[in-house]
């Protein structure tokens, strides 16, 4: 069974940074396309940054520019380095593979205040 362990989320002021780390207990983690997901109050999940095994990124345009994914595939870590937080940044964060598998990590949450 793999485990997803996200840490790093905390309450910051708008305009702050933050970064997340999650560790995966995947044999295969370098050849895994791995991502951060996001899902605030009341709304889906949604995908916000992702990382290809050969190193391609991609972002949603809500984050794109300010927040930057990577991965340490020797300690199997994937990170998500989030500046120039909004309020709207608030959500539990997330990394799962691209498509995402069907279980899911505790998450970590992230709170923006204005």
């Known amino acids: 069974q793999v485990q997803l362990v996200e840490s790093g989320g905390g309450l910051v002021q708008s305009g702050g940074s933050l970064r997340l780390s999650c560790a995966a207990s995947i044999i295969n983690f370098n050849q895994v396309f791995m991502a951060w997901y996001r899902q605030a109050p009341g709304k889906e999940r949604e995908l916000v940054a992702s990382?290809?095994?050969?190193?391609?990124?991609s972002y949603a345009d809500s984050v794109n520019g300010r927040f930057t994914i990577s991965r340490d595939n020797i300690k199997r870590t994937v990170y998500l380095e989030m500046s120039s937080l909004k309020p709207e940044d608030t959500a539990v964060y997330y990394c799962?593979?691209?498509?995402?598998?069907?279980?899911w990590g505790q998450g970590t949450q992230v709170t923006v205040s204005s």
């Open positions: 799962n593979a691209v498509p995402n598998w069907s279980f």
């Open positions: 990382l290809s095994r050969i190193g391609t990124t």
